[in-house]
């Protein structure tokens, strides 16, 4: 669910690589050593189905659809939700450490994942500690339901998705599971979110929406969350102001770049990333 602008013009996984960003240690992450030096993208499985206002314009949706009609075999069913067996074990075959961006293409906790293919996927990222993966989902019920028969393998963090106050909820259901850092994606962000509970948060990242139909994102609205960030010391990620041609929008917040991710997440491709789902 980390849908990226960057990889548009590729049919494969490939995100690609950033620049190095500020760091901050995140209270609540637990420690550990794994050095990881490029991003990837890893889709055992695709497609979803919208769930709330923030699916309006749903990045992966308009990519699933795009190579469904260029007849790329993995997308023959378009956007419905697929599990894609063949692809289970790839992460096993990368060497080198990496971040690993998990289902972008859907939502690996959609109802119409099996328990048992997530509980696999999950063995895949226990049996490879050095990549770091990254879960983000706007399904944490399940992913609560779930949370206690799954392991929680340093290596493995968990977001959830927000897109105004409404929505909170989702970060009260990440904060069950034993993920050894949880974090909240504020993307599309559609309206104020003044009363954040950070507690057992390591990491905030915000964006506007960005691509055609793009939602206006208020200064005012990133600035309340930053400051709230500022002052519960967790790390925050302003991504992008959006828009509908977002690189001539930038991500300059009153004069100045906010970059911080936690201690632990050396580079990021965020820099590349669209609209995150
Ligand atoms: S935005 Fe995320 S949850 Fe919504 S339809 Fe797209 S992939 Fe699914």
């Given amino acids: 669910m980390l849908p990226a602008d960057a990889t548009e013009e590729l049919p494969g996984d490939r995100v690609t690589r950033a620049p190095a960003v500020a760091r901050r240690q995140p209270r609540t992450a637990r420690t550990e050593s794994v050095r990881v030096v490029s991003d990837e993208s890893w889709n055992p499985t695709t497609g979803c189905t919208k769930i709330s206002p923030g699916c309006a314009h749903c990045w992966a949706e308009r990519m699933a659809r795009r190579l469904q009609g260029i007849g790329q075999p993995r997308y023959a069913r378009g956007f419905a939700v697929t599990t894609h067996e ?9 060497v080198k450490p990496r971040h690993v961006y998990v289902s972008f293409m859907g939502d690996l ?3 119409d994942v099996p328990d048992e293919f997530i509980a696999r996927v999950f063995d895949v990222m226990v049996r490879s500690p050095r990549h770091r993966f990254h879960l983000l989902t706007k399904r944490p019920e399940r992913l609560a339901r779930m949370g206690p028969r799954l392991p929680w393998p340093v290596n493995v963090w968990a977001g959830v998705t927000l897109e105004d106050a409404e929505h909170l909820w989702r970060a009260d259901l990440l904060r069950e599971t034993g ?3 949880r974090y909240l994606v504020l993307e599309p962000l559609l309206g104020p979110v003044d009363a954040l509970d950070l507690r057992e948060i390591g990491w905030v990242v915000l964006g506007g929406e960005s691509g055609p139909g793009a939602r206006p994102l208020k200064a005012d609205w990133v600035r309340s969350v930053r400051d709230q960030c500022i002052a519960a010391g967790v790390p925050f990620y302003f991504k992008q102001w959006g828009g509908v041609r977002r690189k001539e929008t930038g991500r300059e917040l009153d ?6 991710s936690p201690a632990e997440a050396g580079q ?4 590349d990333l669209g609209t995150t789902g």
């Fill in 86 to 94: 063949d692809l289970l074990d790839k992460p096993l075959h990368w």
């Fill in 109 to 111: 906790f959609h109802d």
């Fill in 179 to 181: 993920a050894a850092l």
């Fill in 255 to 260: 004069g100045r770049l906010w970059t911080e």
């Fill in 268 to 271: 990021l491709a965020f820099e």
